[in-house]
């Protein structure tokens, strides 16, 4: 009778390491829905969420079952990440990436004042004097070769 508890345990921490999967999962859902990543970078985040789900059910083999790998282990798994999935994976997603959108419009705010003012003090200044800079030289390069025709001119008389 004394193995049947063990085993109900073992069963019962097997559907919480589901959960934890299932949220793990959900972090990358999160990731990918709050900020825009190229394609290289999903497949290393798929690697290393499936390096992550490894440890972690290795872990929780060697931990809590003496590394004995039974079929209730894998049905517990299952249906911890299925139970996760189907109840508050959709809550918990979608209130995650409205959070992560109004820190990043928070965060965003001061950064696109600052920038402006960096743009109209510093960088629209700086940018004029180059300007006037390129057209001076412009304008003395043509004067060059205005006076270089005129000297050739002279020459050919």
Known sequence: MNEIYRQLFCLGIFILVGIAIGFLFDCFRILRKSFKTADWITY??????????GIIILFSIFK???GEIRSYIILGIFFGFLIYILTISRVIVKYSVRVIQLVKKIISYP???????LRKFILNPIKKIFNKVKTLNNKNLQNMTKNNKKIIKKQEN
């Open 44 to 53: 290393i985040q798929d690697i290393i969420f499936w390096i992550l789900t």
């Open 64 to 66: 809590f079952n003496n």
């Open 111 to 117: 950064i696109h004042i600052i920038v402006n003012i």
